[in-house]
């Protein structure tokens, strides 16, 4: 019996090239009918930064992050219940806003946006953890 088994109820997702891994994070849980994500970032697959020093870029790489992860665990967008958002930069709150509109649809998702001192690497100017429903 794994680690994982022991668990009951939940099951590790896992990535094909996950830039995660070297940190040794799961990029998501599916426990029951919920997914629980790890936080994603502007990391592409490969490791690097993507825009770093550009927030619109790092916030759409970021959302592709969570595509990703999402559909590897059976789910979208727009069956996601909770997100968590920790900005660097509370200037950029009206970019979270817009992008609100752009990615998640009625009835909205509850949401809580915090600004942070840093994140994990240095360039990271955003990250978002998101639950959702399968």
Same mark, same amino acid.
């Given at each position: 019996?794994t680690?994982?088994?022991k668990?009951v109820? &939940?099951?590790?997702? $896992?990535?094909?090239?996950?830039? +995660? *891994? ?6 998501a849980?599916? %426990?029951g ?5 790890s936080g994603q970032?502007s990391?592409g ?14 916030l &759409?790489?970021?959302? $592709?992050?969570i595509?990703r992860v +999402? *559909?590897a665990?059976?789910?979208?967008l727009?069956?996601? %219940?909770?997100v968590?958002i ?9 970019k ?5 509109q752009k990615y998640?649809?009625?009835?909205y998702?509850a ?7 840093g ?6 100017l955003v990250e978002i ?5 399968v």
């Amino acid at each position: 019996m794994t680690d994982a088994d022991k668990k009951v109820g &939940a099951a590790p997702i $896992a990535l094909e090239n996950d830039p +995660l *891994a070297p940190y040794f994070i799961a990029p998501a849980w599916r %426990v029951g009918d919920l997914v629980l994500c790890s936080g994603q970032a502007s990391i592409g697959e490969d490791g690097s930064i993507v825009g770093e020093g550009d927030f619109d870029a790092q916030l &759409a790489q970021t959302f $592709a992050n969570i595509e990703r992860v +999402l *559909a590897a665990a059976g789910s979208d967008l727009s069956k996601v %219940v909770k997100v968590v958002i920790y900005l660097t930069d509370m200037a950029h709150f009206p970019k979270i806003v817009e992008a609100r509109q752009k990615y998640f649809t009625p009835p909205y998702p509850a949401d809580t946006t915090v600004e942070v001192k840093g994140l994990a690497l240095p360039e990271l100017l955003v990250e978002i953890d998101v639950t959702a429903v399968v």
